[in-house]
């Protein structure tokens, strides 16, 4: 069964204090790996697609990287609008194409003036 | 603007109702799921369909039902068989761009 855990369940950072979202993995053979924002009461919006081990993905404070078994979503600097939750998926090789995304739990992220 | 909308933003059941959540989208995408959220759980997978007239079940189907007459629509019925509805809905298809999906705005589910 594919599974997606994220770590940690919440992170409060200080403006400017930079820092990492760790989510890992297990899946039979992994098509694609999803980050996404997610603010209270709103639908997620999409971040970064990684799609093999040792790519990375950039957009503004944040970047995305890549292993055989976990992702990091590193955020430089943050600033108060950062704060969201940060949602982890992935898509798994699979017979019948179905494309279903399995998601984690997220991580709360938080960030004071 | 292409996107998905979902209506109503908010819905109240009462017990031993059915109700339809709506979910349209002017993208072209072929797959639309619907995905149930709730407080401290990850995004699960309820029903998805990857063409007009299709349509699977996911993980928890059970007390929902779906259709999908047309590409743009992929309506989700709860049903009074479903016996714990108070949810955030969420509803996506796949982007062929990106390969992940695009959301709507969600649905909040309240029985009361």
């Known amino acids: 069964e594919d599974q997606v855990t994220q770590s940690p369940e919440a992170l409060r950072l200080q403006e400017g204090e930079s820092s990492s979202l760790n989510c890992s993995y297990t899946?039979?053979?992994?098509?694609?790996l999803f980050w996404y924002r997610q603010d209270p009461g709103k639908g997620p919006e999409f971040l970064f697609t990684?799609?093999?081990a040792g790519e990375e993905k950039e957009k503004e404070r944040l970047k995305a990287t890549l292993t055989k078994k976990e992702s990091f979503l590193h955020i430089t600097a943050p600033k108060p609008e950062d704060s969201a939750t940060y949602l982890c998926?992935?898509?798994?090789?699979?017979?019948?194409?179905?494309?279903?995304?399995?998601f984690g739990k997220g991580t709360k992220l938080t960030v004071n003036p | 603007d292409g996107g998905i909308t979902q209506s109503p933003k908010y819905l109240f059941r009462k017990e031993g109702q059915n109700v339809t959540l709506s979910c349209e989208q002017n993208?072209?995408?072929?797959?639309m799921y619907w995905y149930r959220q709730d407080p401290g759980q990850g995004l699960r997978l309820i029903y998805y369909?990857?063409?007009?007239?299709?349509?699977q079940k996911g993980d928890i189907a059970e007390g929902y039902s779906v259709s999908r007459e047309k590409k743009e629509s992929f309506p989700l019925t709860v049903t009074s068989a479903q016996k714990n509805p108070t949810a955030f809905y969420l509803c996506?298809?796949?982007?062929?761009?990106?390969?992940?999906?695009?959301f709507g705005s969600g649905t909040r589910l309240t029985v009361v």
């Open positions: 996506a298809s796949r982007d062929r761009g990106h390969g992940g999906y695009t």
């Open positions: 899946v039979s053979g992994l098509r694609g």
């Open positions: 990684l799609y093999s």
């Open positions: 998926a992935v898509q798994a090789v699979e017979g019948g194409g179905s494309e279903k995304l399995v």
């Open positions: 993208l072209n995408h072929d797959a």
């Open positions: 369909s990857q063409i007009v007239n299709d349509f």
